[in-house]
């Protein structure tokens, strides 16, 4: 075969052998005419070839993209229909023809959300927060729309998060309450709380006489603020929990603020000695009365450590089996009792114990309480306020630190500033 664009010269090609070689032009001419035509005919194709992947190629680059849809008239954020929106989400509303000339966002219960209009219409920004569980609608209205002779109107719908459960929040002391030098601020929750450090970082307290304070938790719904030494007397107290729709974790939301204020009353302080059989009550620094005492006999040794009084009541009935004593044993009790001082949650009081008085001041009888005369324990529960110190000494039974009475002023500083596991 010959090769592409040349013709080869077939056998019937001759030359006159009569003529001279220069002179024998005719036949030569005939030859190359051939071959030109042939080498023509082959570079046409060779250039239709090539025009025809060009265009392919061009064809290809130049295939029409199929034109995007064209954007709504309004884009909001969230988009209709979400669920679990968190309440502290600002929702948005941007207008893609036309111009914003309100918008109104509302929640199942009537409630409206205050926003923000940018200059121009342009865009829509709320600027408050949601409540939890919720259904909110918005509605939106447009001017300038082409082609629109009124206003247009576009709504839109989201949900916000539904809880597991709420953090129920609860402060003690009470508002408007006078309690003693050593009272714990106190919050507890209804539900677990998984982020404490978010918390703890919500809960401040504000002093007339400012000292060193801090937070400690004990376990997770329950959570105390003490100064490092006794509050001053006379310290006007503050204290502000807020939580509203804080996430606490694992779906745990604080559903509103607390606020507390109260006041610190004189410093009571008083020193009970179970080896002298005293008790030493002071105010202000300044000895008030020594009073003979009974406490807990050798084998119901009263706690020891420094104690806070927890409440009082005027009369109290003590059974001794809500302290694993069978009534009906040698040791078993159940008497009404009067004038009675808490300092312990697991039944150990301050009170009246006429029964006891031979023994007030020179032998420890009782189950653990410390016992004194009417008189004196009368005197004493008038004296009493929540929160006042009641520091015993001279026990070998130590102070518990789970129980309210002495879980508190018993921890040493260090450890009690240890942050949150």
């Known amino acids: 075969m010959p090769a592409a664009g040349v013709i080869d010269a077939t056998d019937d090609v001759t030359e006159d052998s009569s003529a001279d070689i220069l002179p024998a032009a005719a036949p030569r001419r005939r030859y190359h005419l051939a071959m030109y035509v042939a ?11 090539a025009a025809g992947v060009a265009w392919s190629r061009h064809n290809s680059h130049t295939a029409k993209v199929p034109a995007a849809a064209p954007l709504p008239l309004v884009s909001v954020d969230p988009p209709a229909g979400t669920t679990g929106i968190r309440p502290d989400t600002k929702i948005t509303v941007t207008a893609n023809r036309g111009q914003l000339t309100s918008v109104d966002l509302v929640d199942n219960s009537g409630n409206t959300v205050a926003g923000a209009l940018a200059p121009l219409g342009r865009s829509w920004t709320s ?18 729309v082409k ?15 539904r809880p597991a459960g709420l953090l129920g929040t609860q402060i003690t002391p009470g508002d408007n309450q006078t309690v003693g030098v050593g009272q714990p601020i106190i919050v507890r929750f209804a539900n677990p709380v998984a ?40 310290e006007q107290i503050n204290v502000a929990a807020r939580v509203t729709n804080v996430d606490a974790g694992n779906n745990i939301w604080g559903e509103v603020d607390r606020t507390v204020t109260f006041k610190i009353g004189d410093a009571h302080v008083s020193t009970v000695d179970t080896d002298a059989h005293t008790m030493t009550v002071t105010s202000n620094g300044v000895v008030q009365r020594t009073l003979p005492i009974s406490a807990g006999r050798d084998k119901y040794p009263t706690m020891s450590g420094v104690h806070v009084t ?21 040791d078993g009790y159940k008497e009404d009792v009067y004038w009675n001082v808490a300092i312990t949650d697991g039944g150990e009081y301050v009170h009246a114990a006429p029964w006891s008085v031979g023994a007030q001041g020179n032998r420890n009888v009782s189950h653990g309480c410390v016992n004194l005369s009417t008189p004196d324990a009368t005197w004493f529960y008038n004296f009493s306020l ?29 450890q009690w500033v240890q942050p949150v596991a």
Do not use: C
């Open 147 to 161: 082609n629109a002779k009124h206003p247009v109107v576009r709504t839109s719908d989201f949900y916000t998060v």
């Open 195 to 234: 982020n404490r450090n978010v918390i703890t970082a919500l809960l401040t307290v504000s002093m007339s006489k400012p000292v060193d304070g801090a937070w400690h938790w004990f376990g997770p719904k329950e959570v105390h603020y003490r100064p490092r030494e006794y509050w001053p007397a006379g």
């Open 39 to 49: 080498l023509a005919i082959a570079g046409v194709t060779v250039l239709a070839v």
């Open 310 to 330: 927890l409440d009082k009541a005027q009369h109290v009935v003590m059974d001794s089996s809500t302290v694993g004593i069978p009534v009906n044993s040698p």
């Open 386 to 414: 929540p929160g006042d110190i009641v520091s015993i000494v001279g026990t070998p039974r130590g102070p518990s630190s789970s129980d309210p009475g002495t879980m508190d002023w018993n921890m040493g500083w260090d």
């Open 127 to 144: 600027t408050a927060t949601l409540y939890l569980a919720r259904h909110y609608k918005l509605t939106a209205v447009l001017v300038g």
